[in-house]
């Protein structure tokens, strides 16, 4: 089949990589259970380009945002289209049993640990992780299940109720499906970046929204950190109001120097908030209450693969979508 694969040192295009195969007949388990997903679509993502700033040390295929249809697995999934939860879990540890397999110490990651990605014309995943999509979810939204879910993540972890008065701080990919899934509560939100063209797509969605260069230092009962820059670490912990909540969803890769003592002080929840379940995304997405399409930037080929990540890589980018039929 046809791939990007990372070296280590190289992006590359190879057009005979090994496709998987499905593990019907051998495997004992859903988690051993693999199908082979033909990919409709793959997206990129942050994580990918720090992948290839060599970010958990992966080789292989990178790529965990994808949809595609089951062309190898058990009969009923045959030609359904599908998503997959990017974590394989053991299925037997600790975490596991208490269906934290995202927090399995045993885990692989799709496309980022110990498991080829979705940046190819197939990809196996474990039958455990697949979600069929509704058919009135087009591939377009569908590739956006796995960062909307991550988003989600946070209404598990915070309860947030109606007229909280909430900061989303960054008007990239991240910062906009938070501002949108924490709307849904009913909370008042208002979303700040850099962006003019960004936030304009904030406000089309529904947000209030404030430029950088606008603000005014106030506080708020929750403050969203989004920004994928250690700079914004230090505004968000400046506007989270005493006994307030900051929560942190860039992943920021290296060491970033804060000072922890307005934490005790201010005595604020920092909460670290990473990947969720696919469920709440794709309701959300069926009900069309999140919109995502205007965040597409551009669809390449797969064959342009290589082209497609330096694209996502120049600043301001939004999102760019592999095609590799
Ligand atoms: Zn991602
Ligand atoms: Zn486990």
Redesign the pocket.
């Known amino acids: 089949m046809r791939a990007l694969y990372w070296d280590g040192h190289d992006l590359s295009f190879n057009s005979v990589y090994p496709a998987p195969v499905s593990t019907i007949a051998s495997a004992t388990s859903a988690l051993q259970t693999t199908a082979l997903v033909k990919v409709h679509l793959a997206g990129i993502c942050s994580t990918d380009l720090q992948i290839l700033k060599g970010y958990m040390g992966f080789l292989g295929v990178p790529g965990h945002e994808f949809v595609g249809s089951v062309d190898e697995g058990p009969e009923e999934l045959i030609g359904k289209r599908v998503v997959g939860e990017i974590n394989f ?9 208490r269906d934290l ?1 995202r927090h ?4 692989r990651v799709m496309g980022i640990l110990d498991a080829d990605g979705a940046f190819a014309d197939y990809v196996s995943v474990p039958l455990a992780n697949l979600h069929v999509v509704p058919d009135h979810i087009t591939d377009e939204e569908a590739v956006f299940t796995e960062p909307l879910a991550a988003a989600f993540e946070m209404l598990t972890q915070v309860q947030f109720n109606p007229g909280d008065d909430v900061l989303v701080l960054g008007d990239g990919k991240l910062g906009n499906l938070c501002a949108q899934v924490l709307r849904l509560t009913g909370a008042k939100v208002t979303a700040m970046g850099k962006h003019a063209d960004k936030l304009a797509l904030l406000k089309q969605a529904g947000l209030r929204t404030l430029e950088l260069s606008d603000w005014r230092p106030r506080l708020f009962d929750v403050v969203v950190e989004a920004t994928g820059a250690a700079a914004g670490l230090e505004l968000a912990l400046s506007a989270v109001r005493p006994r307030g909540t900051l929560i942190l969803k860039s992943t920021l890769a290296g060491n970033h120097q804060v000072s922890l003592a307005p934490i005790v002080i201010n005595e604020i929840n920092v909460i670290g908030s990473r990947c969720g379940l696919f469920g709440a995304a794709l309701d959300a997405l069926e009900a069309k209450q999140i919109s995502v399409t205007p965040l597409i930037e551009k669809i390449y080929p797969l064959s342009n693969g290589v082209d497609a990540l330096d694209h996502a890589a120049k600043r301001g980018a939004k999102k760019i979508l592999l095609r590799p039929s």
């Not at 879990?89 to 049993?97: A, D, K, P, Y």
């Not at 399995?104 to 885990?107: A, K, Q, V």
């Open positions: 879990g053991c299925g037997e540890c600790e975490s596991c049993r397999s399995c110490p045993n885990r």
